[in-house]
């Protein structure tokens, strides 16, 4: 059996992005800056998932752009856990750090 993706070219289609991060945590621009970087590149949204921060995007709105609020988690070690080195109960996230 083969998977077949089917587009219908009559429907709208949307170019977003839905990981990145700004200088709330280790990225390289203010939430501001990103959001007029992806407009310029004809972008619909993004969602602005910093490390450890989940805030309101709501500001950045507009009638043809859209943020959604996220989050990534830095997965955490064993020893910073404080589960002890050989522990299977090692915190666990979505992204390393």
């Known amino acids: 059996m083969r998977d077949i993706i089917l587009i219908d070219r ?9 990981h990145l991060h700004t200088t ?3 990225g390289r ?6 959001v007029e970087a992806f407009k310029a590149k ?9 490390h450890d921060v989940y805030t309101r995007t709501d500001e950045f709105n ?3 752009f859209i943020t959604l609020p996220g989050t990534s988690r830095r997965r955490r070690s064993c020893r910073a856990a404080g589960s002890g080195r050989g522990s299977r ?3 666990r996230s979505t992204e390393r750090s």
């Open 62 to 64: 507009t009638a043809d």
């Open 89 to 91: 109960r090692c915190a």
């Open 29 to 34: 621009l203010p939430a501001a800056e990103v």
């Open 42 to 50: 004809g972008y619909h949204f993004i969602s602005i998932s910093d």
């Open 10 to 18: 009559n429907q709208p289609a949307y170019k977003g992005n839905l």
């Open 24 to 26: 709330w945590s280790d």
